[in-house]
């Protein structure tokens, strides 16, 4: 199966930062060996594995106490920027989810939550996910909500593109908590124009964190922003807070084909550096 290929570096980061109850993946990558022998599991909120530099660290040195500024690691941060790089934007996707099961796709996407940052640890992040019969509702919703609002003659292409996300296996809905920057506003008060603007910063991390989660899981996905039209119908039907303002939909499922070609602006133009260390 294409998205399972062993050459992935699937369940490295994730099988790193949780103990997954689901069957052992087909193919172990050698981080997934290493954090079989550590001690991380989901109940414990302290993952063993830190993502720095290993250039002057190893598991089993002596710097890897917890006395050394220097946190151990065992993998470098290629593993991580792999990862990062291998993230594209799919479609279409299908409905395979390979052996991943509904436990471990909510085991992922909620340690992301708890574990992505957040301005004052003010934790405004909020996530509804969306699998089989609920995620095709999804998507029903936004087509009929579409229906409304685009012409006629153009809704064929528009009915086509729900369709397609409808083919997919699952949709992560991703909210902030308006009560939570407001809050955050009344306590401190200096910042309260930033903490908008911050909530929406932590928001797009998590969505980053849980995407990058996605491919090394072999699945695809794709970002998509239907929100604010579909916002009412959603709360309605998910009985969603009033509180929470929708922001972002990652679509999810089998990859069916390459992500198209991407262009790189020079690094140069969008990088600069000034000392040593
Ligand atoms: C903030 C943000 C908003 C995006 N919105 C959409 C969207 O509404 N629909 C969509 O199909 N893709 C959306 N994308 C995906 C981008 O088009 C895509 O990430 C970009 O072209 C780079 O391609 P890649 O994801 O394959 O690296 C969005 C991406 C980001 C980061």
């Known amino acids: 199966m294409r998205h399972f290929a062993p050459s992935r570096l699937r369940a490295t980061i994730s099988s790193g930062l949780i ?3 689901t069957p052992k993946p087909k193919t172990l990558s050698p981080f997934t060996a290493i954090s079989r022998s550590t001690t991380t599991n989901i109940t414990n909120s302290k993952p063993s594995v830190t993502f ?4 002057h660290t190893s598991s089993s040195s002596p710097s890897s106490s917890s006395s050394s500024k220097m946190s151990s690691t065992q993998i470098s941060a290629n593993a991580v920027l792999d990862l990062i790089k291998q993230r594209r934007t799919y479609y279409p996707l299908s ?4 052996s991943l099961t509904t436990e471990r796709i909510n085991e992922i996407v909620k340690e992301a939550l708890q574990h992505v940052p957040s301005s004052f640890n003010s934790q405004s992040n909020r996530v509804v996910v969306l699998l089989g019969a609920e995620h095709e509702k999804l998507w029903d919703i936004t087509t009929e909500t579409l229906k409304a609002i685009v012409p006629e003659d153009s809704f064929a292409s528009t009915a086509g593109k729900m369709a397609m996300f409808k083919g997919a296996a699952g949709t992560i809905l991703f909210f902030e908590d308006e009560t939570v920057v407001k809050g955050m506003q009344e306590q401190f008060a200096v910042y309260a ?5 911050w909530a929406v910063q932590s928001d797009a991390m998590l969505q980053h964190t849980l995407w990058v989660a996605l491919e090394a899981e072999g699945l695809g996905a794709n970002l998509q922003h239907y929100n604010p039209l579909i916002d009412a119908k959603v709360a309605e039907t998910w009985s969603i807070p009033e509180s929470w303002k929708l922001n972002a939909q990652l679509v999810f499922g089998g990859k069916t084909g390459d992500a198209g070609e991407k262009a790189f602006g020079p690094v140069e133009e969008k990088f600069k550096s000034f000392g040593s260390a």
């Open 19 to 21: 103990r997954s109850t």
């Open 52 to 55: 720095t530099s290993n250039i």
């Open 95 to 98: 409905k395979d989810l390979g």
């Open 193 to 197: 124009d930033r903490f908008p603007v």
